[in-house]
């Protein structure tokens, strides 16, 4: 039987549970670390179940001690707590021999990464970061047609992220959220490294960017509610201009990536999980749609590749250094924003 350690139990530490449950049933016993208690019980959807345990709903072993649930020797170790406390959790994890699934993003900064990943090399340990994304249908059936060359040479690719902070955990504070906080690691550049994530899985780390950003809106957060993000990225030896924007403001969630060849256009909503591709003169010669796709499913089919990696059978689609990398490209659209100077990333 496998022992898997869940530091955390807000609305992602309770997913992975739930859908560790659903996967491996009674073949998997459950740990957690939880320092406060203080998350209800949550649905797959975010709301609140009234009188709710999240213990005995999942059938999790809690514990306040991380050294001491160590102690137990977990197989793995899934680091859910807020962004700014996962590399010191990771780091105990690693030297106590346990395979690694870090929340998204890895860190708010590079203190002990590097540390990080020579324990995860030396022991030979799995080390993935939770970065869902990756399997979403549309997102890889853009990878296909980019694999393809479906609008030939690449032109310009423009990225938007949009959602009003507010409305993502409507059980608790905003205010009182990792997100909002920035001694959490919170802002929405780091909240929001999906895009930056899948940006550079299929256009490459940038050689450079510049961005523009700040605290722009009436939240009341101490963080960045909006990035724009230029990135300046090579494919097949070509300069690409990437265009990244993320904010914390829209009412309208917005989720979408343009793609502009010379050969034609790719637009990607992955909200309404569809992707649309027009060819040079502007017709329609592909629809695909996964209408009615469940959110949850990207997360259910991370952890079981994550399970794969566990048993030996696959190698882990985001490492914890391709997870550095993400990071250091969010950390330097923080430090264009913050200085106003354009940062060398290669």
């Excluded at 939880?34 to 709710?52: I, M, Y």
């Excluded at 523009?212 to 724009?228: K, M, N």
Aim: with cysteine; charged share 20%; glycine share 8%.
């Amino acid at each position: 039987m496998m022992t898997v350690l869940i530091v955390g139990l807000g609305a992602i530490g309770q997913r992975h549970a739930r859908n560790l449950r659903r996967l491996l049933g009674d073949e998997i016993r459950l740990l957690a670390c939880r320092a406060h208690g203080r998350s209800p019980l949550l649905t797959d959807q975010l709301e609140v179940e009234p009188n709710g345990d999240v213990e005995g709903r999942y059938g999790v072993r809690v514990y306040e001690d991380l050294g001491q649930a160590l102690g137990e020797r977990p197989t793995a170790v899934f680091v859910c707590n807020p962004t700014s406390l996962h590399v010191p959790v990771a780091l105990a994890a690693a030297r106590a021999g346990c395979h690694l699934f870090v929340e998204k993003p890895l860190s708010n900064n590079l203190e002990h990464v590097a540390d990080l990943i020579e324990e995860i090399d030396r022991r030979a340990l799995v080390g993935m970061v939770g970065y869902q994304m990756r399997f979403h249908p549309c997102l890889l059936r853009l990878c296909a047609l980019l694999e393809t060359g479906a609008v030939g040479s690449l032109l310009a690719v423009r990225i938007v992220s949009a959602e009003h902070l507010p409305h993502w955990h409507r059980y608790e504070d905003y205010r009182q959220s990792y997100a909002a906080r920035r001694e959490l690691g919170g802002g929405v550049v780091l909240s929001q490294i999906h895009d930056l994530d899948y940006a550079q899985w299929l256009f490459g780390v940038p050689r450079r960017l510049f961005s523009v950003g700040g605290h722009f809106s009436s939240l009341e957060v101490d963080v960045e509610d909006t990035a724009s993000i230029l990135m300046d990225c090579v494919v097949d030896g070509r300069p690409l201009p990437v265009h990244v924007h993320q904010d914390f403001v829209q009412k309208t969630p917005t989720r979408t990536c343009q793609v502009v060849g010379e050969q034609g256009e790719i637009l990607v909503d992955l909200l309404a999980s569809n992707v649309r591709v027009s060819d040079a003169v502007g017709q329609l010669v592909e629809h695909f749609s996964a209408e009615g796709f469940d959110r949850n499913q990207m997360f259910l089919d991370e952890l079981k590749h994550f399970l794969s990696c566990v048993r030996g059978d696959a190698a882990p689609v985001v490492t914890v250094r391709e997870g550095a990398e993400s990071l250091r490209i969010a950390l330097a659209a923080k430090e264009s924003m913050a200085t106003g100077q354009l940062v060398e990333l290669s």
